[in-house]
């Protein structure tokens, strides 16, 4: 493979003022040039160990506190330093990062291989990095929960552990007691797909060290990742079934009781219950304290975009915070943006753990991808401006299509669920009678309009049956030059760029990767799912009446998107997404009111008051993603 070697300038500078030190002055624990902390520590030399951290439960009921193996690389230096801690249940199975790395350990059981760059970067630069082994998996005790307890736990005890209000061993049982005197007791959590959600399950505690986090791609509440108002997600399976990929041999015998809590706190009907409240981390929002440094990607079907707009909407307003905002699927930033990522990510660790007043904080908030590769920044979440505004569709002269204005409807469409529809099927030919679905479009709009938040719809709905499933989404209909669904957006190459150190057994080098691209006339920019029998609780269900009409109201993904001038904006509501959703027992065919229905947008911009029926035509979309399992 070819290999690129990127150099930190300013280096050698540094280099020279550490040389010309007094042999007897003591190796400070950093120091800063060009507004950043130089490597300075080296990296061969550099600490390895593995500390049990006791989480405080005993989830596998053996008489024993639970520990976390947490493996640990820190400078050898006598100063105190702070710490970066990825929590994870993947580093035994699935691996992290777009080359799957996983731990690895000598015939002692030291850590060699710690996955992704962290620790190459960061620990020349007077950090330490702890990759902790969530409760059940790899070398930890205790039982895995899905997101609940003891994997915040997980996190939260490591950090109580860095401040010396917890306790730590040098095994998984028995063993002697380590302290971590080497520390700072300021704390970062970083983390992908579920590491990154449990970040935000820790900060919700408002533990005390934890400077900021890093949540990529991550999820805010669970019954969002397996559930959306009232329907369950086709392939994602249970809590149980996902924690059973990754669950170790003690966790398997030991941990029975935690599986039939999850098991009957996830009822298939997609009711919201008990356990979901445990693993909703939004309603602990309020306490968090670290700042956020949100990264998410506007096509990850696997973690859908409503968790990442309800968390920061919850967040106190004095928590700082950056967004990153990408065109791509559940993709990490080092995959799509990798250079801006890593000087960005290390002046945020520079400003929160460290303290350098680099001024990061008082940077525009919030970065996203407007066209492939190509970056517009806001100084705010939500922007500056934004409003609610209330779309109502209203019938045209051609069956089941019309427009999308600011004034009420009237009469009513009906479109017939057979239960195989999906987005690119319902958003097809805008123009034409789809029995599946119906479709309401702006005019065309005469300058930009930014859709930036949560949108929800209300649907007034009657079924000829007693269940239906319902889809909504909002789409830009124009031509694009759009990343591809295809591969999550990107596309791996045979280069390396090198990001950090290396050594024995840990390099910091990683494929480079490209964007792939697609030409598309229509673009979902929003969606969301629901099951009308929960039009009156997402706890309790009804029986529904066939031929009385419903009305229920649901949320739609979060997003920032500029439908340009030129395009339209339009609302599709289909009946099942049989690329998300389970199909319900028996299909209806559904009328809409259009009195009664409406879409509430966060808008910047003004919608045409011009009523037409007409749009371009539509012949390239963008393909159906069928997300995986969440383990990566």
């Known amino acids: 493979m070819v290999r690129r070697v990127v150099v930190v300038a300013g280096l050698v500078g540094v280099l020279s003022g550490l040389l010309a030190m007094p042999a007897s002055a003591a190796t400070p624990a950093f120091v800063v040039a060009d507004g950043v902390t130089q490597p300075i520590h080296s990296f061969a030399d550099a600490v390895r160990e593995t500390v049990w951290v006791d989480i405080g439960l005993d989830l596998d009921a053996n008489g024993v506190g ?33 080359e799957s790395e996983r731990k690895s350990y000598d015939s002692a059981g030291v850590p060699v291989k710690f996955p992704l760059f962290y620790d190459n970067y960061f ?27 003891s994997e915040v736990a997980s996190g939260k005890a490591v950090i109580d552990w860095l401040n010396g209000r917890a306790t730590g061993y040098s095994a998984a049982s028995g063993g002697s007691v380590k302290t971590a005197s080497w520390s700072t007791g300021a704390a970062a959590m970083i983390g992908k797909s ?20 890093v949540p990529i791609a991550a999820i805010s509440s669970w019954y969002d990742w397996f559930r959306s108002d009232g329907v369950a997600f086709r392939g994602f399976g249970t809590p149980t079934s996902l924690a059973s990929g990754f669950e170790n041999a003690n966790a398997q015998s030991r941990c029975g009781a935690v599986r039939s809590e999850m098991t009957t706190g996830a009822p298939a009907n997609g009711d919201y219950t008990a356990m979901w409240q445990q693993r909703d981390y939004v309603r602990g929002a309020a306490n968090v304290r670290a700042a956020v440094f949100s990264v998410n990607g506007r096509a990850d079907l696997n973690v859908k975009p409503v968790n990442w707009g309800q968390w920061l909407d919850a967040l106190p307003a004095s928590v700082p915070r950056k967004l990153w905002l990408s065109q791509t699927g559940h993709i990490d930033p080092f995959d799509f943006r990798r250079a801006t990522w890593v000087a960005t990510l290390h002046r945020w660790f520079d400003r929160w753990l460290l303290g350098v007043q680099n001024g990061i904080e008082n940077e525009p908030k919030v970065s996203v991808e407007r066209a492939v590769d190509q970056w517009s920044d806001t100084a705010n979440w939500p922007p500056s401006g934004t409003q609610a505004v209330s779309l109502y ?15 009420p409807g009237t009469a009513t469409s009906s479109f017939t669920d057979n239960g195989s529809g999906t987005p690119t099927s319902y958003i097809a030919s805008p123009t034409a009678t789809s029995a599946r679905r119906v479709v ?13 938040g949560v949108s929800r719809i209300t649907v007034a709905a009657t079924p000829s049956t ?23 957006g990107i596309r791996t190459l045979t280069t390396e760029s090198c990001w950090g150190e290396n050594r024995t057994g840990d390099d910091a080098c990683y494929r480079d990767t490209v964007a792939t691209t697609a030409t598309v006339d229509a673009q979902v920019i929003a969606r969301g799912w629901a099951d009308l029998a929960n039009y009156a609780s997402l706890s309790t269900p009804r029986t529904l009446t066939p031929g009385t009409r419903y009305t229920i109201t649901f949320r739609l993904s979060t997003t920032d998107w500029v439908v340009p001038a030129g395009h339209r904006l339009a609302l599709v509501i289909a009946g099942n997404d049989s690329s998300m959703t389970s199909t319900p027992a028996q299909l209806p065919r559904v009328t809409i009111g259009l009195a009664e229905t409406s879409v509430q947008i966060p808008l910047l911009g003004t919608v045409p008051t011009t009523r037409s029926t007409a749009g371009p035509p539509v012949t390239r979309i963008q393909p159906d993603t069928v997300p995986g399992r969440l383990d990566g």
């Open 123 to 149: 620990v020349p630069r007077g950090y330490a990095v702890a990759l902790v082994d969530f409760s059940g998996s790899s070398r930890s005790t205790g039982c895995m929960d899905t997101g609940g307890r």
């Open 466 to 488: 007693s269940t239906a499933h319902l889809s909504a989404y909002l789409v830009d209909y124009g031509p694009a030059t759009a990343r591809s669904t295809t591969g999550e």
């Open 66 to 98: 639970d520990r976390v193996a947490t493996d640990i690389i820190r400078p050898a230096i006598a100063e105190r330093v702070p710490v970066i801690i990825d929590a994870s249940p993947y580093y035994a199975t699935s691996g992290r990062g777009n």
């Open 194 to 213: 579920w590491d990154g959600s449990i970040t935000q399950g820790v900060a919700a505690t408002g533990v005390d060290g934890l400077r900021t986090i």
């Open 393 to 407: 569709p209203t019938a045209g002269s051609v069956a089941g299509v019309g427009t999308l204005g600011t004034t």
């Open 440 to 452: 309401y479009s702006t005019g065309t709009l005469t300058s930009d309009l930014r859709v930036a």
